[in-house]
């Protein structure tokens, strides 16, 4: 059975017009759906009874099944899903002062093989339809509920690179950003890619105001290469002119992310290089502290050398934050998501 929540109201509308029914029951679900959070068809009673037994027969509404819950001391949860297949994956709730985000997942394992990601680590087993990347969505806010806590904020950096899941990861955009779906803000959502120009371009070209990260984690090529294998295939003088047409007709700014790795890419040189590479784009950097991977070589930077690396781009007139850490004593930082409980469920 296909999953109600993988559908654009769109593509319901069009499913509803097949079945020789108004396009507008697609509202009408979409309302009970992710308005009201009534997930049971046959709850829906605006809607005839042979029109809901037929649905039933043919859209799953089931949220993705939690497994295992960890709360870290800063707010942050980690989620563990079992999807309908058995894989699983995970999603983490953030608590800024801004609002709650959720970092969510695109895919089951990783293809990228980035030298210093724990998601890699996995290899990629398939990707997520747009219904399991809403239904992680509706979950955490389900968790939210009883506190009376929204979800103001989405990032799509968890595990699985989310331009290798092209179609499904914009139509859960859609999806989640449909004033008559979930209603979040375009603003508020952030697509983060490892660097595939065709799709950053297209990205650029679909009209949505979502956020793009790119991982760029290097000044230059030979470090890039060292360090994310994509690089070899997308090499960095494709990957920055992609970057350049996506701002132009997008409009929107690109935050470019930047993990400083001991003695790899952090030294004032790269930080000058790093300026000359991004100089003159309407983007910003965001330094981010390694969180070590126990199979992974790397260590993290200290935090004085962070500190001088974060003034020498801002002396260079580029644009630099720091980004703030989350959830570090449950594993549940930047590149610690592996969905580790495989190897014993
Ligand atoms: N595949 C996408 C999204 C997932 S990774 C991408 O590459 O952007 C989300 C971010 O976390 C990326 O910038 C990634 O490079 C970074 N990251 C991976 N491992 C990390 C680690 N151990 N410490 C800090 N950040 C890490």
Redesign the pocket.
């Known amino acids: 059975m296909s999953s109600l929540f993988s559908l654009t109201r769109e593509k319901l509308a069009g499913h509803f017009l097949q079945i020789g029914q108004s396009k507008f029951r697609a509202e009408q679900v979409f309302d009970w759906v992710y308005r009201k959070g009534i997930y049971d068809i046959s709850q829906m009673s605006n809607l005839s009874l042979p029109l809901r037994q037929e649905l039933c027969s043919i859209f799953d509404t089931a949220l993705p099944h939690e497994v295992k819950r960890q709360e870290s001391k800063d707010g942050t949860v980690k989620f563990l899903f079992e999807l309908e297949d058995h894989s699983k994956v995970e999603s983490v709730l953030m608590r800024y002062d801004y609002g709650n985000v959720i970092c969510l997942s695109?895919q089951v394992g990783?293809a990228?093989g980035?030298a210093?990601?724990?998601?890699g680590l996995l290899k990629k087993e398939r990707n997520l339809t747009a219904g399991e990347m809403i239904g992680q969505v509706l979950a955490v806010k389900e968790y939210l509920k009883p506190s009376f806590e929204t979800l103001s904020h989405a990032v799509?950096?968890?595990?699985?690179?989310?331009f290798d899941n092209y179609d499904n990861v914009m139509d859960f955009v859609r999806i989640l950003n449909d004033p008559k779906g979930i209603g979040m803000g375009a603003r508020h959502i952030t697509v983060?890619?490892?660097?595939i120009p065709d799709k950053i371009r297209r990205y650029g070209k679909e009209g949505l105001q979502i956020n793009l990260?790119?991982?760029l984690?290097a000044p230059n090529q030979e470090i890039r290469e060292s360090l994310m294998p994509i690089a070899r295939a997308y090499p960095l003088d494709e990957l920055i002119p992609a970057v350049k047409d996506y701002i132009e007709s997008s409009g929107r700014r690109v935050t470019f992310?930047y993990?400083l790795l001991e003695g790899v890419n952090g030294s004032l040189q790269n930080a000058d290089e790093l300026s000359d590479l991004v100089r003159g784009m309407l983007a910003y950097v965001n330094l981010?502290?390694?969180?070590?991977?126990k199979e992974?070589p790397?260590r993290r930077s200290s935090k004085d050398k962070v500190k001088a690396f974060h003034d020498r781009l801002l002396k260079r007139g580029i644009n630099a934050t720091v980004r703030k850490e989350f959830g570090k004593d449950i594993d549940a930082?930047?590149?610690?998501l592996r969905a580790k409980e495989k190897k014993v469920l």
Not at 192 to 195: E, H, K, P
């Open positions: 695109s990783c990228m980035c210093f990601c724990a998601s799509v950096m968890g595990t699985g690179e989310p983060s890619t490892c660097g990260a790119i991982s984690h992310e993990i981010i502290p390694y969180n070590p991977v992974k790397y930082a930047c590149g610690q």
